[in-house]
């Protein structure tokens, strides 16, 4: 399930790449890859991509640049949804909430601990939207 619950179309990504505080970093980009990479690997991508192209597990293996595995990560939207999620790390409102949070301006941290704390900073906040709407909308006065 979109854990975002914002629809992953073109017009969505293009308003959440607008509220970016700043234009993504080359070291951003990097951290991101690196994200993207090691979910790629994970025992549940390696799965799916056995079930959407069933593959026996010595084919899979056999490819060593794991062409299949990368189209199903994309099939699969989960880049989409990586890519959104940390647009959404590095929105205007994030990083500023962060930065009460935190007590520190993010962005003057390395760029490993910064990305850590948005990321970990937007978690908590969609945890605290999933599990109490109403009082989340009432503290944001968003309507529900």
């Known amino acids: 399930m979109n854990k975002l619950f914002v629809p992953l179309t073109p017009e969505s990504e293009k308003l959440v790449r607008s509220r970016r505080a700043w234009p993504q970093t080359p070291e951003e980009l990097s951290i991101k890859n690196i994200l993207q990479r090691t979910e790629m690997d994970s025992p549940l991508n390696v799965n799916g991509t056995r079930e959407e192209f069933r593959l026996p597990p010595e ?3 056999a ?3 794991h062409t299949k595995r990368v189209l199903h990560y994309i099939h699969c939207g989960r880049a989409q949804e990586i890519g959104m999620f940390f647009d959404l790390a590095f929105s205007l409102e994030n990083v500023h909430g962060a930065n009460l949070c935190t007590g520190c301006d993010v962005k003057s941290l390395p760029v ?3 990305v850590a ?3 970990t900073h937007l978690e908590m906040m969609l ?3 999933i599990k109490y709407p109403v009082q989340f909308c009432q503290v944001f006065k968003l309507s529900a």
């Open 117 to 119: 704390i948005l990321m």
């Open 63 to 65: 490819d060593p640049h």
């Open 127 to 129: 945890d605290i939207w």
């Open 112 to 114: 490993e601990l910064r």
């Open 59 to 61: 084919e899979e293996e």
